[in-house]
């Protein structure tokens, strides 16, 4: 299973360039406080980042999965903010990417 044994974050260049830290930091937090160990994590999760009110809410999906779980953050919305982000775990090595540089 995978995001069970981490061993490195990392969050691609494109990443950090298009997203405050404290958005970066909120994807880790979802995924250690809401998702590990309690949803079977597959690779490859998504995220997707939507206008909830002027702030962001962060909606997590995965193939073959029927459900998804929305997290409201108190950190404001930006329109050039990435829509959808991916998180890969390679053998513990854990990168938020963009879909473009996957070609997804």
């Known amino acids: 299973m995978a995001f069970t044994n981490t061993t490195g ?48 809410t962060v909606i997590f999906s995965q193939e073959h999965y029927l459900n998804a779980l929305s997290v409201d953050l108190q950190i404001p919305f930006d329109p050039l903010y990435p829509r959808k982000l991916l998180v890969i775990d390679k053998k513990g090595q854990e990168t938020i990417v963009l879909p473009d540089e996957l070609h997804f």
């Open 9 to 56: 974050r990392y969050a691609s260049f494109s990443t950090v360039t298009s997203l405050p830290g404290n958005v970066i930091d909120s994807i880790w937090y979802i995924i250690d406080n809401y998702l590990k160990h309690v949803i079977p994590l597959k690779s490859i999760i998504r995220f997707q980042l939507t206008n909830n009110e002027g702030n962001i």
